[in-house]
């Protein structure tokens, strides 16, 4: 099977021919895959592969091995091991500070560790949509939906400690 290489724009990069998944339940998910180029590919921050109808993007600037030179061997560029994340690599990047959803008046330090009562569910969604807009912009922007018709547990101290968004979304449990 082939897999394609693209873009921010859409745009056909590469391809690749062999990669890997790694992925465990509620954890990183992954793909890497090695791939050898007659000329060097310029990969950027931002590129993807759909893999199995998910988009695993590429979020560094890949190391290159130059083998010979400009188009005298199909694995003249070498490019090892490329890692492309999930988009819960995001929430796994993302801190989660001390920030309120828009400016409520509620007091916000914007420190790693703190505590504060959430009176339902929506407190700590507001949280996490709070410390997501704070990285993610645009068309970047996260939503976060709450289906709260299981919710039976209100007015909760909740109680953060060098938590990022993935971990403060555990805390709904």
Same mark, same amino acid.
């Given at each position: 099977?082939?897999?394609?290489?693209?873009?921010?724009?859409?745009?056909?990069?590469?391809?690749?021919?062999?990669?890997?998944?790694?992925?465990?339940?509620?954890?990183?998910?992954?793909?890497?895959?090695?791939?050898?180029?007659?000329?060097?590919?310029?990969?950027?921050? =931002? @590129?993807?592969? $759909? %893999?199995?109808?998910?988009? +695993?993007?590429?979020?560094? *600037?890949?190391? /290159?091995?130059?083998?010979?030179?400009?188009?005298?061997? =199909? @694995?003249?560029? $070498? %490019?090892?091991?490329?890692? +492309?994340?999930?988009?819960? *690599?995001?929430? /796994?990047?993302?801190?989660?500070?001390?920030?309120?959803?828009? @400016?409520?008046? $509620?007091?916000?330090?914007?420190?790693?560790?703190?505590?504060?009562?959430?009176?339902?569910?929506?407190?700590?969604?507001?949280?996490?949509?709070?410390?997501?807009?704070?990285?993610?912009?645009?068309?970047?922007?996260?939503?976060?939906?709450?289906?709260?018709?299981?919710?039976?547990?209100?007015?909760?101290?909740?109680?953060?400690?060098?938590?990022?968004?993935?971990?403060?979304?555990?805390?709904?449990?």
């Amino acid at each position: 099977m082939i897999w394609k290489v693209y873009n921010k724009d859409g745009i056909e990069r590469c391809e690749i021919h062999k990669l890997e998944y790694s992925g465990t339940f509620m954890g990183e998910k992954f793909i890497t895959a090695s791939i050898r180029s007659p000329h060097p590919i310029e990969f950027a921050i =931002g @590129d993807y592969v $759909i %893999y199995r109808g998910e988009q +695993f993007t590429l979020n560094y *600037d890949p190391s /290159i091995i130059k083998n010979a030179g400009l188009n005298k061997a =199909g @694995d003249a560029f $070498i %490019y090892e091991n490329i890692k +492309f994340n999930s988009y819960s *690599d995001e929430l /796994i990047r993302c801190q989660f500070l001390d920030y309120v959803l828009n @400016d409520n008046l $509620i007091h916000f330090s914007s420190l790693p560790s703190f505590g504060f009562h959430a009176l339902t569910i929506h407190d700590l969604a507001d949280r996490i949509k709070a410390n997501l807009d704070r990285v993610y912009t645009g068309d970047r922007a996260w939503t976060v939906n709450v289906n709260d018709s299981n919710i039976t547990v209100n007015n909760v101290f909740i109680t953060a400690d060098r938590l990022n968004v993935w971990g403060a979304l555990a805390l709904v449990s």
